[in-house]
């Protein structure tokens, strides 16, 4: 198998854009990884695009923005990890000689989505009374009873996200004064105890990665380190008693702690080996949890982590460093390339204001309902 | 008179003629090893069985509470004046084995982990002269608990 990196990488501010279009928003963050690479349209052997809500077809029109190179260009869709698992195909036919250059690109309106469906979708499935707000918020609950978790340790992780988002200039969520753990708890209730604060906004917006040869890394950019990704799974729900079949459900738990297991492995490094992690924090009980489940900290040591700031900028592992879902924003497709974006630029020491030091090791974890759980490991040299 | 009531979905569980009668959970029981599902389906899931040998049966009505919540968000899909503050969700625990997750009646204060609750039917809307119904459960009052 060949070495893998991440050559170039490009955003479009995640955001509620009503008057731009996934052509546009693909457009503008597709080049700006292209000239991160230093490479031109015409060097791209093949494309994977993640959309989710976009209609059929979107994919292979969008590309088209980039020049009629007739280059294969294939969509992935698998939820909200989508831009995870597009990202993982040209990483592995990289690695598998099929080609050399190959461009991901994820991007979403869940905006326009979200209006479709108010108006006038018949709710034909058990699944439409549960929102994902809901599922979360059953965790939380549960949490609370197993391990004396309060309601406060949630809204430090919605704080903690949504500042780290104000060094971030691709955020969706700015806020103009540091959030505090009050002002979590006080926005509105979702569904107890999960506030919009610890709830990931509705946006649109667009990631894009350029994957690679590692070789080619070096010679186009010889001025910057280069960023392998040295480890990639994709796993999907494993049969267990109390197994949920209906609702919107991801899970259960062991598939985290299957699929980090997996990737530690492949990567010949521990949990301990990590100076940043991303995760899907579409609700800050994720997060909670995946601290657990990811290895980051023992099982049952969470609340006790968040209230030594553990996770935070500057703590041992700093988690979610670019604003996560909460604050960064899930507009769907691009998503996790936005992951990608971010643990490219903290280990290459690009990352501004919000850089963690001597970054070496990221991983990026995302969850896909239905469910599956995607995670990357990048290492810089 | 009273609409006739009808399944927002078919396939999920029963809708008693006897409107005091509660409703059980449309499932799926393996032939080989004997584990229990709902929805219903026609494999078995255990990676170590796969048995094609399934059988339907009907499970509930009763579970005991796992998880709850209470959305602030008024039902999807429902016109039901009960339903526009928000409503309880639940992972309920049935005795035959499986984990289901379905709307709860009541206040969230009502709720409590380990509690025995009780399947019932609850109009979502009128829709041409019949009641469209999902299953929810209700916590039971402790004095009823043994029965």
């Known amino acids: 198998m060949r ?47 993640g959309h989710i809500f976009a209609q059929v077809m979107s994919g292979v029109r969008v590309m088209k923005e980039f020049g009629l190179t007739g280059i294969p260009v294939q969509r992935i869709e698998n939820a909200s990890a989508t831009g995870s698992a597009a990202f993982r195909e040209a990483c592995l036919q990289v690695a598998a000689g ?7 690109l994820g991007f979403d309106k869940m905006s326009a989505m979200i209006q479709q469906s108010t108006q006038g979708t018949a709710p034909e499935n ?16 549960r949490r609370m009873h197993e391990r004396g978790m309060k309601v406060e340790h949630l809204a430090k992780i919605g704080a903690k996200n949504f500042n780290n988002g104000a060094l971030n200039p691709m955020s969706q969520r700015q806020a103009d004064k540091p959030v505090t753990v009050e002002k979590v708890l006080a926005s ?29 890394a070096k010679k186009l950019r010889p001025d910057r380190p280069v960023v392998r990704v040295v480890a990639s799974t994709l796993q999907s729900e494993k049969y267990a008693k109390g197994h949920l079949f209906v609702g919107p459900v991801v899970g259960p738990a062991q598939m985290s702690i299957d699929s980090s297991k997996a990737v530690y492995e492949e990567a010949g490094i521990g949990p301990e080996d990590l100076d940043l992690v991303q995760v899907h924090d579409a609700f800050a009980i994720e997060e909670l949890e995946y601290y657990e489940l990811l290895g980051l900290c023992k099982p049952g040591d969470a609340e006790k982590c968040i209230e030594q700031g553990d996770f935070e900028l500057g703590g041992r592992v700093a988690v979610s460093t670019d604003g996560g879902l909460i604050a960064r924003g899930h507009p769907g497709g691009p998503t996790g390339l936005a992951q990608i974006w971010e643990t490219t630029l903290q280990l290459r020491g690009e990352a501004g204001k919000r850089q963690v030091k001597d970054a070496r090791i990221g991983m990026c974890h995302m969850m896909g309902g239905g469910s599956v759980c995607v995670i990357h490991l990048l290492q810089r040299d | 008179m009273a609409n006739p009531r009808v399944p927002i ?18 499932g799926t029981k393996c032939q080989s090893c004997g584990e229990h599902y709902w929805p219903r389906r026609a494999i078995c899931a255990r990676p170590e069985c796969l048995s094609e040998r399934t059988a339907d049966v009907e499970m509930g009505p009763r579970g005991t509470l796992y998880s709850y919540t209470f959305v602030h968000l008024p039902l999807f899909g429902s016109t039901n004046l009960e339903h526009m503050d928000g409503y309880g969700v639940g992972q309920v625990d049935l005795p035959e084995g499986p984990r289901v997750q379905v709307p709860l009646a009541g206040k969230q204060g009502e709720f409590r982990i380990g509690q025995t609750l009780q399947a019932e039917l609850d109009t979502l809307r009128e829709d041409g002269g019949r009641d469209l119904v999902i299953i929810r459960f209700r916590p039971v009052k402790q004095s009823e608990v043994a029965q």
């Open chain 1, 3 to 49: 070495d893998v990196a991440v050559l170039g990488v490009g955003m479009y501010r995640f955001g509620m854009w009503s008057d731009v279009t996934n052509a546009t928003m693909a457009r503008e963050a597709g080049m700006m990884a292209l000239r991160d690479a230093g490479l031109s349209f015409r060097d791209v052997n093949a494309s994977y695009v």
């Open chain 1, 98 to 104: 099929t080609y050399d250059v190959v461009m991901v």
């Open chain 1, 126 to 141: 058990m699944e439409d009374a549960i929102l994902p707000a809901g599922f979360f918020a059953l965790w939380a609950t």
């Open chain 1, 188 to 216: 509105r209730m979702v569904a107890w105890p999960l506030t919009t604060m610890m709830s990931c906004p509705i946006g649109d917006g667009a990631a894009c990665a350029i994957v690679g040869r590692a070789d080619l």
């Open chain 2, 9 to 26: 979905k078919a396939g999920y569980f029963t809708v008693p003629d006897d409107p005091n009668e509660p409703p059980k959970f449309l």
